[in-house]
């Protein structure tokens, strides 16, 4: 199924200097026919596996989580991103993007579905060596064994590396002792095997693979949490636990490699599964909304209600944009790794760390979309939303979690921006220059021309995106060489410069996608795209307006300020739209369907 | 054993039915479309497990319909059918199909052929009495259990109030009931294998329709409930006369 479609390789980060071309960015309606198959099955997998049992998984009465693993094992589901020689079927990115799509609506399960295939799994096929990986990688496959994931204490979560659970060399040199204690650790209750990570001698922070029923390890009692309530979350203790020299996982003093690699793809999952599970919650606000009746007649005919609808869509439309463009980069840039000589696990582990900033970009994205729709799921159902026997409150609570884990949304925005500073930095993406071509036209003569062409408007508002997202970001750094500011203590500017890039992101993502459907068969019409296509750019005009003036104001002063604002103004033309009709188009096409459509 | 499981295309259960404006033919804009459940769960998973038990045996799946009925067809080899064969017409009636069906069948000297006990578009049932027919074989619907040892088949049938249980001697035409096997979702592997498995595509056989579908209409939507106080029977029995006509 692996094919490379990108000809001038959009590298990571490189969107904010770089145009893309719709003829080469792949869209979810290219998917083929042996991947609607697996689409089907994992469809299938939720419809008759995990909606019957909703009730029960949500009570944890009986061991559903542990059930649902081992069929997903059988079908084949938990190793379709691993090597064939470790028990799996290595199949490509965009196959490894919809299965998590598919299996979004699937609820607090899912979190037990990424403990085993991601933060469980990877560790050991990136990190281990070949005996660990023979004699982990196929059991955790099948799904005959299950992993956790130990990094968070209850004194280090966002500071990871601040960890204090140690680890020391007995006498004999044959075992660690480790001692300390874990927090939130999801599947830990079930679990065979704990990926834990821990201090040699109090400093080097290394990995280690410790087996359930070792002496010294306990539980703490499950967590009375908001949501994903059937994912069981336990602590962890560790009182001299003894493990042998053979499970210390990958090199000594390197476990921040394993905790923070295995974190993009675990970003990127976690995109998919956002996604997956609101375009879902989508569908069942716009089946609510044609069924209930009030003033006699659907809510579906308000206004009100239509632009909720309207929202969900464009949201979650944008989101799936950037996944599914996100993930043909990623697989493209395997196959070139691959074609190099790297292995499966290192050419997949390369290229996540390429894409890491687009990875950071579609978790906060996706887990924000998620969140939106959700919220206003629970409104288009009124009472009911609020009521625990349908399903919009437990969507609603299960949404929360994903802004919290895989690193908090504040940290990966602080992320976005750092990694991409870093990679000017390195000479890895040249921003300096455009940089220098953006300050030298804010003193020249704006053009006064409108922009032609197909989605010449679009096109132009992305080109002037990119240029803010220079301006601002470049004069931040401009100051900080001038020692005025310390960016590391501005961190409300670097928000700013997140929420820019994820904006962009977003928007040009929805336009390559919208441009390359217009050639393409399918059932809603192109215009209905198309109003997608403005309100995004309409919103996504004030917004980006919004950030990149909070930013500036927030750093400079006097005639510069004055030159930045200028160029805001200059930078923010896409023009008004109705966006009131527009939204009733994206709508009408829900309804009229009774259903979500995109 | 060589087994034939015919498998049609229907509209998924919750597709959204219309016709076009003279009411001549499905409106099938915005349809997505399955397997028909009862070739799929039943007989073909039927028919899959039954080869497992005989090594050596061949399952394959044979449907009437155009190109867009491909992916419908490769679910089947993902279900582990060994091959598939496509007859490239618009399967307009159920005898048409059957013909189509049968003429496939002719030489190819199968032991068992499937399908399923009704399509859940039309529900005519007819597929299979046609095609027994014309093959001169045993006919046996509705079948919700099946055994096969040596060439002898028992079978159980539901019929209205019980179960009827018959042997039958190979080869033979079976309609598939629920009961006969057990919904299965097509693993990683199966779809993997499924494209490099054979899917011919032959030509249909010439073949004068004897009816044609002239018009469809809807079922009449259902007007809502009328609640009876119990202690008004006359009412009741007024309204069931006059109203409902049905006394
Ligand atoms: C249900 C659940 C399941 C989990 N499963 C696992 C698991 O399986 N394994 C595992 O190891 N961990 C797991 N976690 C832990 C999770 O990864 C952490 O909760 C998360 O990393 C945040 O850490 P914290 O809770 O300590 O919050 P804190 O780090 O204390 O953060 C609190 C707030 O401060 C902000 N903040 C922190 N640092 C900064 C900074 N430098 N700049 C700006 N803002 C900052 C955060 O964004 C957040 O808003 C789970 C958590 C939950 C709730």
Known sequence: ??????????????????????????????????????????????????????????????????????????????????????????????????????????????????????????????????????????????????????????????????????????????????????????????????????????????????????????????EDKLGIKSSPTRQVFFENVHVPVENVLGEIGKGHLIAFNVLNIGRFKLGALCLGGSKVVADSAVKHAV????????????????????????????????????????????????????????????????????????????????????????????????????????????????????GTNEINRLLTVDMLLKKAMKGQLDIVTPAWAVQKELTSMPSMTRPTGLYGEEKAAMKDFKKIILMVAGGAVKM???????????????????????????????????????????????????????????????????????????????????????GVKRFTKYPAVNVKNMRRQIAGAMIERKAYCF | MKIMVCVSKTPDTTAKISFNAANTEFNSAGVAYIMNPYDEWYALVRAVDLAKQFPGSTVTVVHVGRADSDQIIRKGLALEANDAVRIDADPHTALFTAKQLAEHARSKNYDLIFT????????????????????????????????????????????EGGVEVVEVKLPFVVSAAKGMAEQRIPNMMGIMKAKNKPLAVVPPVAFTDKAKVTRFELPKAKSGVRMVSADEMDELVRLLHSEAKVI
């Open chain 1, 1 to 222: 199924m692996s094919e490379v479609t990108n000809h001038s390789v959009l590298k990571g980060g490189a969107f904010i200097i770089q145009d893309s071309v719709a003829a080469e960015t792949f869209i979810p309606e290219q998917l083929t026919e042996e991947q609607l198959m697996v689409k089907q099955t994992v469809q299938d997998f939720v419809r008759n596996e995990i909606d019957p049992i909703r009730n029960d998984l949500e009570k944890q009465k009986g061991n559903h989580n542990v059930a649902l693993l081992e069929k997903l094992g059988e079908l084949g589901l938990m190793g379709t991103h691993i090597p064939e020689e470790y028990g799996g079927s290595g199949m490509d990115t965009n196959t490894n993007t919809l299965i998590c799509d598919a299996l979004g609506p699937g609820g607090g399960f899912t979190v037990s579905f990424a403990v085993q295939t991601g933060i469980g799994m990877l560790p050991i096929l990136y990190y281990g060596n070949e005996a660990q990986k023979q004699q982990y990688l196929p059991a955790l496959v099948a799904g005959t064994l299950k992993a956790c994931y130990c990094l968070t204490e209850p004194g280090s979560g966002s500071d990871a590396l601040a960890a204090k659970t140690r680890a020391d060399l007995t006498a004999d040199g044959k075992h660690y002792v480790l001692n300390g204690q874990k927090m939130w650790i999801s599947s830990a209750a079930f679990a065979d095997i704990y990926i834990v990570f821990a201090k040699i001698g109090g400093t080097k922070f290394t990995g280690f693979i410790v087996p359930r029923g070792a002496d010294g390890l306990t539980l703490g009692a499950e």
């Open chain 1, 480 to 566: 900080q060489m001038d020692g005025k500011i310390n960016l590391e203590k501005e961190q409300e500017i670097l928000m700013n410069v997140a929420d820019m890039m994820i904006e962009s992101f977003n928007m040009e993502s929805t336009l390559l996608r919208v441009e390359k459907l217009r050639l393409m068969e399918k059932e809603v019409s192109q215009e209905v795209y198309e109003a997608i296509l403005k309100v995004v750019f309409a919103d996504g005009t004030a917004r980006m307006h919004k950030f990149a003036t909070d930013a500036i104001s927030s750093f400079a002063e006097g005639d510069l300020l004055k030159t930045f604002l200028m």
């Open chain 2, 116 to 159: 399923g006990k009704e399509t859940i578009d039309h529900n005519g049932s007819d597929v299979g009495a046609m095609l027994a027919e014309f093959l001169d074989l045993p006919f046996v619907s509705y079948a919700s259990k099946m055994t096969v040892a040596g060439t002898t088949a028992t079978i159980e049938r539901d019929i």
């Open chain 1, 291 to 406: 069924e209930r009746q009030q003033f006699k007649q659907p809510i579906a005919n308000f206004g009100a209600i239509q632009f909720k609808l309207a929202e969900m869509a464009i949201r979650n439309f944008a989101a799936e944009s950037s996944q599914y463009r996100v993930s043909q980069l990623i697989q493209d840039r395997i196959a070139v790794l691959r074609a190099k000589g790297k292995s499966y696990a290192d050419a997949t582990l390369d290229a996540a760390e390429e894409y890491a900033i687009e990875c950071s970009i579609l978790k906060v994205a996706g887990s924000e979309a998620l969140d939106y729709v959700v919220d206003e799921n629970v409104q288009v159902h009124g009472g009911l939303g609020y009521s625990e026997e349908y399903g919009a409150a437990r969507a609603y609570r299960d949404s929360r979690i994903n802004r919290i884990y895989e």
